[in-house]
């Protein structure tokens, strides 16, 4: 499975961003995706997770209420719809995705990962 993120870039803060996660290959083993993100200097943390469904989906507390996880799963697409963005969401956004039904918040629960995007939020 290979997993491509786009649409990273300079917003302001209160602005709005959507990413998307295009995965090919063995796309039918994956169940599980999910966003994560890593600040300069800092470790990568868990942002949001959604099941094969889109029924399920999981947040870290520093995004619930600002940032939208959904799928495409026709597409083989992951989104996440960021908004009321602030400065401390400054980081590169990676995508991961695995074919474990549950809805993991570590990277280690995933098996497949994309280059990431960045996301820069400055005025």
């Known amino acids: 499975v290979q997993l491509q993120a786009s649409g990273g870039g300079l917003v302001q803060p209160g602005g709005s961003l959507r990413l998307s996660c295009a995965a090919s290959g063995r796309t039918f083993s994956i169940n599980a995706m999910g966003w994560f993100r890593q600040a300069p200097g800092k470790e990568r943390d868990f942002v949001a997770v959604?099941?094969?469904?889109?029924?399920?989906?999981e947040y870290a507390d520093s995004v619930k209420g600002r940032f939208t996880i959904s799928r495409d799963n026709a597409k083989n697409t992951v989104y996440l719809q960021m908004s009321g963005m602030k400065p401390d969401d400054t980081a590169i956004y990676y995508c991961?995705?695995?074919?474990?039904?549950?809805?993991?918040?570590?990277?280690?629960?995933?098996?497949?990962w994309g280059h990431g995007t960045l996301v820069t939020v400055s005025s």
């Open positions: 991961a995705a695995d074919s474990t039904p549950r809805l993991p918040r570590y990277s280690s629960g995933y098996g497949y």
């Open positions: 959604i099941s094969w469904s889109g029924s399920s989906t």
